[in-house]
């Protein structure tokens, strides 16, 4: 049975900065490349980084780019976003996912957890 859990999120000052991990099992993680998504309310769902499956790059939205860092430790088959000089419109549900091509499309992931939320206040 495949399952993606996410932890870490919780309430957090602007500024401050919190880790996400994203626990899988299931499935060969080391095939997979790993995303985090997140969808804030009343918002469309958005792409945030995801990582290639065996750490060769990484992708981020413009809007985190020099804030956050995606990584991966396929010997435990985890999935980290480290968020540093968080912002309110960073408050969210954070989702990780899998998927064997590189997408930005969280409609064309296999496996996708349930999501942490962050809060970020003002």
């Known amino acids: 049975q495949v399952q993606l859990v996410e932890s870490g999120g919780g309430l957090v000052q602007t500024g401050g900065s919190l880790r996400l991990s994203c626990a899988a099992s299931g499935f060969t993680f080391n095939n997979y490349y790993m995303g985090w998504f997140r969808q804030a309310p009343g918002k469309e769902r958005e792409f945030v980084a995801n990582?290639?499956?065996?750490?060769?790059?990484?992708n981020y939205a413009d809007s985190v780019k020099g804030r956050f860092t995606i990584s991966r430790d396929n010997a435990k088959n985890t999935v980290y976003l480290q968020m540093n000089s968080l912002k309110p419109e960073d408050t969210a549900v954070y989702i990780c996912a899998g998927h064997r091509d590189n997408t930005h499309l969280f409609g064309s992931y296999t496996y996708r957890g349930r999501g942490t939320q962050v809060t970020v206040s003002s």
């Open positions: 990582i290639h499956p065996t750490n060769r790059f990484t």
